[in-house]
């Protein structure tokens, strides 16, 4: 699982050479390219994935400049290449190379059962909260925006006996027939399209997950076009008519089909989980995050944070993950007591990353090698600022008290 990106000169994105992991974490100032970062993660999951299906050659990608115009241009950072710009992707299935100009595909010849399910949350998302049904405003949004808004939809009549949000006892239910969503609380109702700003941008994000990691848990179909379900029964009746093969082998080869043709891991890519939510529903999000992750070993989940509190909060699983391996089984049980072991992350199923032009290297790994924790420093930074900032102006205050 351990997917390798390297990135030199892309937009913000200044020098970087990381690894994805089940879970992935950036944390970093504004504008230092998190998001850059994972949109280029999902690009390549996703052409990856397409790739597999042979929906497309490998030349369709490498001609007619559409690494740029087709796959950057989905999430709105095709202006971000310039001609320094070098771009590498080594995934489970291809290897992806962006160098001088050109776009190069590798093949690794690899086969896997299922399909990846990948999903970018952006930080916009309470734009669909707002915009209940399709509206200009989601025109202007790049196109990796519709996608989400889509699942979105997808995601309400899904939950069509209601939504319990993972904070605050509120609960969601759609109208179908007004097309209208309305938020619950104990003893009030309200719009979505009027509902808190943390309600809107929360609702999307975790119904959204909730949905396809679900039906990525029951082995969906992925629907097939036509000509999809015409070359399936091709297959499927070769194998068939072919005398050398056994019944077992023809089974066999016939399961597999069906296999390739099924969602069996969710790739999840959300942008600031936290927005607009205080720190304890912020742990709510999460653990809700990193449950539908542990929904199959093959689930990956990359977040992008500005929030310490989610750092603490992600620390606070690694420490979970710990303890219950070393524990036995009574202890066991009174640590699921605290901590559901869905939401514990095991230490070398995790890489954090900071990202940061005042440092001297732009990218950095925060994970401690002798812990496996996030480190200290990255927790309580803004909380020792603000401390000595607290302290100083204690001081001069005390000094007023003696006048």
């Not at 020098?15 to 994972?38: E, H, M, P, R, Y």
């Not at 399209?193 to 929360?202: E, K, L, R, W």
């Not at 939401?343 to 940061?356: H, V």
Request: proline share 2%.
């Amino acid at each position: 699982m351990n997917e390798r990106l390297i990135v030199k000169s892309f937009g913000p994105v200044k020098d970087l050479d990381i690894l994805f992991k089940k879970v992935t974490l950036f944390i970093g100032d504004q504008g230092t390219g998190k998001s850059c970062v994972a949109k280029l993660f999902s690009m390549f999951k996703w052409t990856e994935k397409v790739l597999s299906q042979k929906k497309y050659k490998l030349s369709f990608f490498e001609q007619y400049n559409r690494f740029k115009t087709k796959l950057c241009a989905y999430h709105r950072i095709e202006s971000f290449i310039n001609e320094d710009s070098y771009i590498k992707f080594e995934g489970i299935l291809y290897d992806f190379l962006y160098e001088n100009g050109n776009f190069n595909v590798i093949d690794k010849h690899k086969d896997i059962n299922g399909i990846s399910k990948v999903m970018y949350v952006p930080a916009e998302r309470s734009i669909v909260s707002v915009a209940e049904n399709k509206s200009k405003l989601l025109k202007e949004l790049p196109d990796s925006s519709e996608t989400f808004s889509d699942e979105f939809v997808n995601a309400k009549k899904f939950f069509k006996d209601g939504y319990n949000l993972p904070f605050e006892g509120l609960r969601f239910e759609y109208d179908s027939l007004n097309d209208t969503g309305w938020i619950y609380g104990t003893d009030y109702k309200v719009r979505l399209i009027n509902a808190s700003s943390g309600v809107q941008s929360s609702l999307p994000m975790c119904i959204v997950s909730e949905y396809l990691s679900r039906k990525i848990a029951e082995k969906e179909e992925i629907r097939l076009s036509k000509e999809e379900k015409d070359k399936l029964e091709k297959q499927v009746a070769e194998i068939m008519q072919n005398a050398d093969y056994s019944d077992s082998i023809k089974d066999m080869m016939i399961r597999q089909l069906s296999f390739a043709n099924r969602y069996d891991r969710f790739i999840n890519i959300v942008e600031e989980p936290e927005l607009n939510l205080f720190p304890r529903s912020q742990m709510e999000v999460l653990f809700s995050l990193i449950s539908n992750n542990a929904s199959t070993n093959e689930n990956m989940l990359v977040l992008t944070t500005h929030s310490p509190y989610s750092l603490a909060i992600i620390n606070t699983m690694i420490m979970g993950a710990k303890t219950y391996a070393n524990a036995d089984e009574a202890l066991r049980k009174q640590i699921k007591d605290i901590l559901p072991e869905n939401c514990q992350i095991e230490a070398e199923n995790i890489a954090a990353y900071r990202l940061s032009y005042s440092d001297k290297c732009y990218c950095q790994s925060v994970i401690n090698d002798q812990t496996g924790l996030i480190s200290k420093n990255e927790l309580d930074s803004a909380s020792d600022d603000l401390m000595r900032m607290f302290n100083s102006l204690y001081m001069y205050y005390a000094k007023t008290l003696t006048k």
